[in-house]
């Protein structure tokens, strides 16, 4: 009798070992990244191919990380993204990967190229 209660004692403890390994090797989930919507005028990084906004409500300064086509130096842009994770090389503001982006026209920038046809 002993025995089999010394046994089931054993497994009990073995399982709740089991489990709890388990418990800690689950990955966290991940926050959902943060949604940024901003607009402004577009102009160079200190870098190349770097482009950055400063948002025109909140002030801040974006490095928009945007593929093609690029808005250009100069334009009133408005653009939707998330904010990046991890470092890029534009070291300017906070890096913010672009989901989309259109030109304004209602923006008025310093340097404003030709409007587009």
């Given at each position: 009798?002993t025995?089999?209660?010394?046994s089931?004692?054993?497994?009990?403890?073995?399982?709740?070992?089991?489990?709890?390994?388990?418990?800690?090797?689950?990955?966290?989930?991940?926050p959902?990244?943060k949604k940024?919507?901003?607009?402004?005028c577009v102009e160079p990084?200190?870098d190349a191919r770097c482009?950055?906004?400063?948002?025109?409500?909140a002030g801040?300064?974006?490095s928009?990380?945007v593929?093609?086509?690029?808005?250009?130096?100069g334009?009133?842009?408005?653009?939707?993204?998330?904010?990046?994770?991890?470092?890029?090389?534009?070291?300017?503001?906070a890096?913010?990967?672009?989901?989309?982006?259109q030109?304004?026209?209602?923006?008025?920038?310093?340097?404003?190229?030709?409007?587009?046809?």
């Open positions: 009798m025995r089999i209660r010394f089931i004692a054993s497994g009990l403890i073995a399982a709740c070992a089991i489990a709890a390994a388990a418990q800690q090797t689950l990955p966290k989930p991940q959902e990244p940024v919507h901003g607009e402004g990084g200190v482009l950055v906004v400063r948002d025109l409500k801040k300064l974006y928009i990380i593929g093609d086509p690029r808005p250009t130096p334009e009133g842009i408005e653009f939707t993204g998330t904010l990046h994770q991890g470092a890029t090389v534009c070291m300017q503001g890096a913010i990967e672009v989901e989309h982006w030109r304004k026209e209602s923006i008025k920038c310093p340097h404003t190229p030709a409007p587009h046809k």
